[in-house]
């Protein structure tokens, strides 16, 4: 059954991610892309990682992509431009050296110690449940869960700072258009 | 449900970083609520204040030895010793950028707080010892950087240099993770010392570590990256030149000096059993570093982009220093930061100090007989070019001799030898502009915006490079008491 | 698994995607005789008693349209909208619990935090670890219908709609996100059964009072109703995302937005009003009991649960309705001002106040009732400061040029 689920799941996160690398359409693309991130979120799940499951559900499905449709859609930027491909040479190198890369890829993983079990890697009974991963962030992982706070308050400041430039002086501006224009109308 | 206890840390460990970047979110908050919008170098100043509490504050750390944090910092000398110099190159960066904001008018007082970030995560890089806060460490350093990069926003190059930083930063933080993750499923841990521990405990077959090999190469990448070794450094030209200039400087030594800092205490202390694979790669890389950005520094005429390649090549010296992974490599290592963070950040004081609002030339031409107009930046930046080239008495030529000998007792000799044959090219394009300064007529009259921020900040960053390159025991001395337990 | 409670799972999936159908049918209905009320008309009386065969009839006429895709549409996309709009609202069910209905009896186990024998409840579809974290993560999903529907309709105003419900959907996340972390934090659990188990002494609005009313502001316009349905204002958007939208598949959306509602007042229910709790239910059981025996008992206290709690979503639905027929539409700036100025700050408020509330006071109904005076005393500040700014700037006032004479 597992197993089953497992085929199914992966294939369906395999196609999307091929398909959205393929798509023409920037829209196509995101929702391929969305495709395959609820097929890992299920992965998560026969995992035993129901967390996981809802956390890549809330934040790459419910955030990130959105984000990408809004801005994509807002700047009208969905399908690929027909001005010719300066870097065309490109395509045919990448394509290639990548079927180089998942051949040695595939070399490697058919070796035996690529399957053996990770050291270290037993799972534990509270795998996966909230509760031990919190208690784990609090403990083990207390400083990097810090770091990461620091992180994200870094790039809340440049989006303030990439943003407020301009808009700031504008709006300034534009206050004191009205302020001049009142006392002109009330003057007449 | 059991309330979770949270296990001893010992914070004195992490004081210099504790302190600065409690004083960044301080700073800021400062900076937004009490500061109006025209004295905004008043946050400069408070700035560079708590660069200094903060060198304060790790002075009695130097003979305390320890980790903390389920052992994913360390305190040692070593991190210590990088600590003060990022705090240098900090304190410097924004003494260049005290005038220069308002000059191009793109002044903002978070500019301060974001550097202070910014050193803060280099120190964590020094300090860090686990590959998941070095991957946080390199995260928040780069953000803090796509943000610096992009900040004098009005001006197209600016917005392209952040951009392009951006976009080849993610796929490298990519690798990054990407590479953590194969290490981890190869050792099952992300502890440094684990895993050594974990591969030095079974007899160590090269090819049998698929799993690791492919881990550390993806490493090695990101580092690359960061490092702008060539065949990565694709970015590095255009980013420098259209980064605000004081970033630019910041960047050509603070992110090097952090990324080799960790790129050393990874090799040495997880991966010391790899070293067949890793050396040759590194080795190769070195070399072609060392080449191309001679070569390519040859032939620019602008000054700027000139500084970026001779900072791509400085990177494959300061590497040999790296791979060499003995004991005089590291001090090597450590001189050679020093010595090139003084005097690189001099020269883009000069360029600075020559630079004009809303213009993007920084021409060669600029520099034509500046001795006659300007004695005092030309004998400066007379002293920084020689440095860069090695030429004796200043710290560059010191520099570069602990790191060939070092290279060579390590048993690189042939790299050794590349280095010389590289430096030999690039004292051509070193001395091309002290000739010019010296020799040529002024061309266009270029005015010099000097105040007393950058004038200290040259005379500094001068006085030093000669002093270090008259007198250059005490350094010598303090390097060779800051190694690391490196496993070596 | 075997094959009984796969057939039970079966059933339930069945009745409850098709109970909130018929619901959202009769919540039509349900609101446009409030509405005419309110607005002092008598509202659809035809059809049947009462009006009562209103929905029969509009579901009618709406499968019995002619299907139409337009031509310069995106086919496969435009056909996918409304199904993505549609299956999230269904689906966030799964983990609500209507009531506890325990099939072996053991009705006591309902009332039990640690229950010692596991509970069988037949009136909520999946008891996850993560329930809170499910609902979450399938608001947060519901965007792509519309966002979709818009782009993919070919039309600007739609478009217009579908930019709109994206950047105004994902701001009104954050607020109820962190809403609810308050309330989790406050029973300690991610489930959604626990949380009603531990609402035993005190609802949830007592120690959650801002809580609830940022949860309701921001699940308002979750839902996208008036006063935040700028999505589909028909004075500047025509319809909005579902303009080209026609029969059934206009159906869908219209089904969508009444599900969601449906959804987020039961979820409101859950967290703040104690779910299918009410005082006496367990004197009920015992009573019941010692009647009958403990399978009555349990059947006695599954249909009280069941129904205490379908009546209070039907208040929480009056409640809206309520609001609908009172509030004009927003201004989209004052919208997105609401949404990351005030209720996004006051959220996190409040979770510092929880975390230090209930760390600093042992007892818990003294916790709760500080936080409550705390929440009340945090609003009204807000709404002092939260003046709706004068409109000196583009205003001349008569006053004025009667002063400069």
């Not at chain 3, 921001?218 to 958007?237: G, H, K, M």
């Not at chain 3, 319809?239 to 869908?252: Q, V």
Request: aromatic share 12%.
């Amino acid at each position: 059954m597992d197993t089953l689920i497992f085929i199914i799941t992966a294939a369906i996160a395999l196609i999307g991610a091929v398909a959205m690398v393929v798509a023409r359409n920037a829209i196509h693309s995101a929702l391929f892309l969305l495709l395959n991130f609820g097929a890992v979120a299920v992965l998560f799940l026969l995992l035993y990682s129901p967390f996981l499951f809802a956390i890549q559900l809330t934040v790459y499905a419910g955030a990130i992509m959105v984000l990408f449709l809004f801005v994509v859609m807002l700047l009208g930027a969905e399908r690929i431009e027909d001005a010719p491909d300066q870097i065309a040479w490109q395509r045919p190198l990448g394509i290639g050296l990548g079927v180089v890369l998942m051949l040695v890829a595939m070399a490697t993983a058919l070796r035996a110690s690529a399957f053996a079990p990770p050291p270290g890697g037993e799972a534990l009974a509270t795998f996966g449940d909230p509760a031990a991963l919190a208690a784990l962030l609090f403990t083990h992982y207390l400083l990097p869960f810090q770091i990461t706070g620091i992180i994200l308050l870094v790039a809340v400041i440049g989006v303030v700072v990439l943003n407020q430039r301009g808009r700031h002086r504008s709006e300034e501006a534009g206050r004191e258009d009205a302020r001049t224009r009142r006392r002109e109308d009330a003057r007449r | 449900m059991e309330p979770i206890q949270i296990p001893p840390v010992d914070l004195t460990l992490i004081a210099p970083l504790l302190t600065i970047t409690a004083w960044a979110i301080v700073l800021l908050l400062v900076d937004a609520f009490l500061i109006p919008d025209e004295r905004k170098k008043l946050t400069g100043y408070l700035a560079l204040a708590g660069l200094a509490v903060t060198a304060l504050v790790a002075v009695p750390l130097w003979n305390v030895d320890g980790s903390t944090f389920s052992d994913m910092v360390v305190l040692d000398r070593y991190s210590l010793t990088l600590t003060w110099l990022f705090l240098l190159i900090g304190g410097l960066t924004i003494a260049m950028a005290l005038e220069y904001l308002p000059r191009h008018g793109i002044e903002q007082g978070e500019f301060y707080p974001l550097i202070l970030f910014a050193v803060a995560s280099m120190i964590l890089l020094a300090q860090a010892t686990d590959l998941i806060v070095i991957f946080l460490g390199i995260e928040l350093l780069s953000l803090t950087l796509y943000i610096l990069t992009g900040f004098a926003y009005p001006r197209v190059t600016s917005e392209e240099a952040g951009m392009k930083y951006l976009i080849m930063g993610a796929f490298a933080a990519g690798f990054f993770a990407y590479g953590i993750a194969l290490i981890y499923g190869a050792t099952g841990s992300t502890n440094l010392a684990a895993i050594n521990a974990y591969l030095a405990a079974e007899p160590f077959v090269l090819s049998e570590q698929v799993l690791l090999l492919a881990g550390v190469g993806l490493l090695l990448i990101t580092f690359g990256f960061k490092i702008a070794l060539v065949p990565f450094h694709m970015w590095t030209p255009d980013v420098y030149e259209g980064a605000p200039t004081p970033v630019a400087a910041f960047m050509s030594v603070g992110t090097k000096a952090a990324a080799l800092a960790v790129l050393l205490r990874i090799l040495g202390s997880a991966f010391p059993l790899a070293y067949e694979f890793w050396l040759p790669v590194l080795s190769v890389l070195a070399a072609v570093t060392m080449l191309v950005g001679n070569l390519g520094a040859l032939t620019q005429t602008n000054v700027k982009r000139m500084l970026a390649y001779s900072s791509i090549s400085h990177a494959g010296y300061v590497l040999l220093g790296v791979i060499v992974a003995t004991e005089r490599g590291v001090e090597a290592f450590l001189f050679y930061m020093l010595a090139y963070a003084l005097t690189n950040l001099g020269a883009f004081a000069v360029v600075i100090a020559l630079e004009q609002r809303s213009e993007s030339a920084w021409s060669l031409d600029d520099f034509s007989g500046l001795f006659q107009r300007q004695p005092f930046l030309a004998i400066a930046m007379a002293i920084f070019m020689f440095s860069l080239a090695g030429v004796p008495p200043t710290a560059g030529f010191i520099a570069k001799f602990y790191v060939f000998t070092a290279a060579y007792e390590g048993g690189l000799g042939w790299l050794a030898l590349i280095g010389l044959l590289t430096s030999a090219i690039a004292v051509y394009f070193y001395l091309r502009v002290v000739l010019r300064m010296f020799t040529r007529d002024p061309g266009r009259p270029v005015e010099p915006a000097m105040d007393r921020g950058l004038h200290l900040n040259i005379t500094l960053a001068a006085g030093l490079t000669l002093l270090i390159g008259l007198l250059p025991m005490p350094v010598v001395n303090l390097v060779e008491r800051s190694l690391v337990a490196l496993g070596l | 698994m075997d094959w009984i409670a796969l057939l039970i799972l079966i059933i339930q999936c069945f009745v409850i995607a098709l109970g909130v159908t018929t619901a959202f049918a009769y919540l039509t209905l349900f609101e446009r005789r409030l509405l005419a009320r309110f607005q002092n008309r008598i509202g659809p009386n035809r059809a049947g008693p009462n009006g009562f065969l209103q929905p029969v009839a509009d579901a009618v006429k709406l499968f019995f349209k002619e299907d139409v895709v337009p031509s310069a549409a995106n086919r496969a996309v435009y056909l996918l909208a409304p199904a993505m709009a549609v299956i999230p609202a269904i689906i966030i069910w799964a983990v609500i619990p209507f009531g506890c209905l325990d099939i072996r009896g053991n009705w006591q186990a309902c009332f039990e935090p640690q229950a010692t024998t596991p509970l069988q409840n037949i009136l909520q579809v999946a008891e996850i670890n993560i329930g809170v974290l499910y609902l979450l993560a399938v608001t947060s999903i519901g965007v792509y219908g519309i966002t979709l529907a818009g782009w993919a309709s070919n039309n600007k105003y739609s478009m217009l709609g579908g930019i709109r419900s994206a950047a105004h959907l994902v701001s009104y996340e954050l607020a109820l996100a962190c809403a609810v972390l308050a309330v989790v934090m406050t029973y300690g659990t991610f489930s959604t059964h626990q949380i009603v188990v531990a609402q035993a002494g005190l609802w949830g609005i007592v120690p959650q009072f801002l809580a609830f009313v940022i949860f309701m502001i921001a699940a308002t316009a979750e839902v996208v109703r008036l006063p935040f349905d700028l999505v589909e204002a028909e004075q500047e958007l025509v319809g909005g995302y579902n303009t080209e939208y026609g029969s059934m598949k206009f159906a869908l959306f219209f089904m969508t937005e009444y599900i969601k509602l449906i959804a987020v007042s039961a979820i409101a229910v859950i967290f703040f009003m104690g779910g299918w709790r009410f005082p006496g239910l367990y004197t009920l059981g015992a009573g019941v009991e010692n009647l009958a025996g403990p399978m009555a008992a349990s059947i006695a206290v599954g249909l009280a649960s069941l129904g205490a709690f379908l009546l209070k979503l039907v208040a929480f639905l009056f409640l809206s309705v309520w609001i609908r027929a009172s509030w004009p539409r927003m201004r989209y700036d004052r919208l997105m001002d609401l949404g990351w100025k005030w209720l996004l700050p006051l959220a996190l408020l409040n979770i510092v106040y929880t975390a230090v509330a209930f760390v600093l006071i042992p007892n818990e109904t003294l916790a709760s009732f500080v936080l409550l005076a705390l929440g009340v005393l945090t609003l009204v500040i807000a709404m002092g400061i939260n003046r709706v700014p004068k409109p000196v700037d583009n205003v001349t006032y008569v006053k004025d040029l009667k002063e400069m004479g």
